[in-house]
């Protein structure tokens, strides 16, 4: 069905369809009401508390262009910032009166994550993607060991209020890390649920305070986490975070998933250049071997679309015709000619011809 005729759209903004680009009605229906568009999910800041030291939480009310999300899921929000749109991911907790709360912590020289926590005014618009994302829990997950580290809390945290809802049915146990005290959020809120649900229980480790070298997720005793073999493990924060995890329990539990919050390093060892072609616009250009390819291209004023920049939710994808690459978070070589590479993860190995 085409959306002229489909009903579930109002008439009059099937008419507007019919007659105008959905750009162009965007631009003067938001002139009218700020979250009155065609098509684009958009969100409008409701209010912005502190959820610790360094982090607030922003509730943000979505249009219905919005389709809801899966706790575990991200979504890549758009600000327009001095005239540019920048746009980054973030994990947000479905509230139940259908607003989103979305936790930022402040990266020092962060763009974003400053202009939301101090900037952004109440009543401001930002776009927002439907949501993305693997890191959700099957309808019978069984026992569930969480790790987060700082920002890495987001997810967890909606994970948390789902399980809650459905009564806890499995012993969940949630392991939070941050560097001090004053930077943990939600508290109140997981102290709450690990009294009022046994099978949950939440330590917080603060790596900076007190004697915490054995509290590193590489060196931490696992051994008051019962039947740890049997459980679904779900790890989230910086890379190098979700690189020790991995590390450690990856092949030892049940299920071991994770997403990272921040860049992926270099490669180390593979240095020098490479040659490559962008087979739809007739480029040819010279790119780092260790840098991502999304990096590298904007360097040279090739700019593809991109959403999270971590690997999580595609938009980068692009057609490898042929040539190797290599897999920035796992060091995996890949040279299956015609296949897709996620350019934000992706460095190249060899020379490469990209449908670009
Ligand atoms: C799927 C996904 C979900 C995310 N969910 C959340 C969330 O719920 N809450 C949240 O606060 N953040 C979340 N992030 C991180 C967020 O997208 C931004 O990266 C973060 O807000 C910093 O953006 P910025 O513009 O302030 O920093 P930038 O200007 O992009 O970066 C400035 C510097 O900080 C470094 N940096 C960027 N991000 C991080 C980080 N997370 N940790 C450490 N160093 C970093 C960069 O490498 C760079 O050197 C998520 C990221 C992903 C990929
Ligand atoms: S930008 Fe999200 S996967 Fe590359």
Same mark, same amino acid.
């Given at each position: 069905?085409?959306?002229i ?7 009059p903004?099937?008419? #507007?369809?019919?007659?105008?680009s959905?750009?162009?009605f965007d ?9 009155w ?5 958009? #969100?409008?800041?409701?209010? +912005? %508390?502190?959820? %610790?030291r ?13 389709? *809801?999300?899966?706790? $575990? ?8 910032i ?5 746009? @980054?991911?973030? %994990?947000?907790? &479905? !509230?139940?009166d ?11 020289g962060g763009?974003?994550s ?7 005014? =109440? $009543?401001?618009?930002?776009?927002l ?14 026992d569930?060991?969480?790790?987060a580290?700082g ?6 945290r #909606?994970?948390? +209020? ?40 939440v330590?917080? &480790? ?6 915490a070298?054995d /509290? ?6 696992l051994?008051?986490?019962a039947?740890?073999a049997?459980? @679904? ?6 890379? $190098?975070?979700v690189? #020790?995890? +991995? ?6 539990v ?8 921040s ?7 593979? %240095?020098?250049d490479?040659? =490559?072609?962008?087979?739809a616009?007739?480029?040819t250009?010279? &790119?780092a071997?260790?840098? /991502?390819?999304?990096? *590298?291209?904007e ?5 593809p ?5 971590? $690997? ?10 042929s040539g190797?690459?290599?897999? !920035?978070l796992t060091?995996?070589? /890949? ?9 934000c993860?992706s460095?190249? /190995? ?7």
């Amino acid at each position: 069905m085409n959306a002229i005729s489909d009903p579930r759209i109002p008439w009059p903004a099937r008419l #507007a369809k019919w007659l105008v680009s959905p750009a162009l009605f965007d631009f003067w229906s938001t002139q009218l009401h700020p979250l009155w568009s065609l098509e684009q999910p958009l #969100a409008r800041l409701i209010t +912005r %508390s502190q959820a %610790s030291r360094d982090a607030v939480t922003l509730i943000l009310k979505p249009n219905r262009h919005w389709h *809801g999300m899966r706790a $575990g899921q991200h979504v890549n929000l758009g600000v327009e910032i001095q005239g540019r749109r920048l746009v @980054r991911s973030y %994990s947000p907790t &479905l !509230l139940d009166d259908g607003h989103l709360a979305i936790t930022v912590k402040v990266i020092e020289g962060g763009g974003v994550s400053s202009y939301l926590a101090r900037e952004a005014r =109440v $009543g401001e618009i930002f776009t927002l993607t439907q949501a993305f994302g693997e890191m959700v829990l099957p309808d019978h997950p069984g026992d569930i060991l969480l790790l987060a580290a700082g920002s890495g809390i987001t997810p967890m945290r #909606a994970l948390l +209020r789902s399980l809650a809802v459905r009564g806890m049915p499995h012993n969940v146990d949630l392991l939070y890390w941050v560097r001090h005290r004053d930077q943990l959020c939600f508290v109140d809120e997981l102290d709450a649920l690990a009294a009022t649900h046994p099978g949950f229980r939440v330590r917080y &480790l603060l790596t900076r305070e007190g004697d915490a070298p054995d /509290s590193r997720v590489d060196t931490i005793s696992l051994e008051a986490i019962a039947s740890l073999a049997q459980r @679904r493990v779900l790890a989230c924060g910086p890379s $190098g975070f979700v690189q #020790a995890a +991995r590390t450690r329990l990856a092949g030892q539990v049940a299920h071991f998933d994770a997403e990272a919050f921040s860049k992926p390093t270099s490669t180390e060892g593979d %240095s020098g250049d490479v040659e =490559v072609q962008l087979a739809a616009s007739g480029r040819t250009l010279r &790119l780092a071997r260790g840098q /991502s390819l999304l990096e *590298g291209l904007e360097a040279q004023g090739v700019h593809p679309a991109y959403g999270c920049r971590m $690997g999580i939710c595609n938009t980068c994808a692009c057609g490898r015709q042929s040539g190797r690459t290599r897999h !920035l978070l796992t060091g995996e070589l /890949s040279s299956e000619p015609s296949s897709q590479v996620r350019l934000c993860i992706s460095a190249p /190995s060899t020379d490469l011809i990209l449908d670009l």
